[in-house]
């Protein structure tokens, strides 16, 4: 069974501190931002529903798909596909075997995979599940993020 957005957007808003959603052109994006302190906060997970101008590898504009995207980091990421994949032209998408339109298989961020970021296309329950660890890494890595953008400023 497929993972709604609804659920993703409760476990992330509901179980970790500090969150900030914002929504626009099509995303809901999560920032570490308690007491919104700064203008947005630090991002590290978004809700794509839609195709945008320099991303339309996951094929967003298909019935009722939608993306998870995570940012894990590096660290993280290396742990998950052993290297990490050179930025890709304006545009364009990172090399590498993976189908960015296949649901329910986690990935690299097709345009951001070479900042340590993953997506998956309509998580499955389990997926949801393997998924909740690495949103939390994400956030943690937000919340140290934020952290030393307070403290400069």
Request: glycine letters at 12%.
């Amino acid at each position: 069974m497929t993972t709604r957005i609804d659920d993703v957007d409760r476990y992330i808003t509901g179980t970790l501190d500090g969150v900030n959603p914002v929504s626009a052109w099509g995303e809901t994006a999560y920032f570490y931002n308690p007491g919104l302190v700064l203008k947005r906060g630090t991002y590290f997970a978004t809700i794509k529903q839609k195709d945008g101008d320099n991303d339309r590898a996951s094929g967003l504009d298909r019935d009722g798909v939608w993306r998870l995207n995570i940012g894990l980091g590096k660290k993280a990421f290396l742990a998950m596909f052993k290297h990490q994949p050179a930025r890709p032209a304006k545009g364009g998408v990172i090399e590498g075997p993976w189908d960015f339109t296949e649901i329910d298989r986690i990935t690299p961020h097709p345009v951001y995979g070479w900042m340590g970021w993953i997506a998956v296309l309509n998580p499955g329950e389990e997926t949801f599940e393997t998924c909740k660890p690495l949103i939390a890494t994400a956030h943690q890595r937000a919340a140290d993020g934020f952290g030393k953008r307070t403290r400069q400023s």
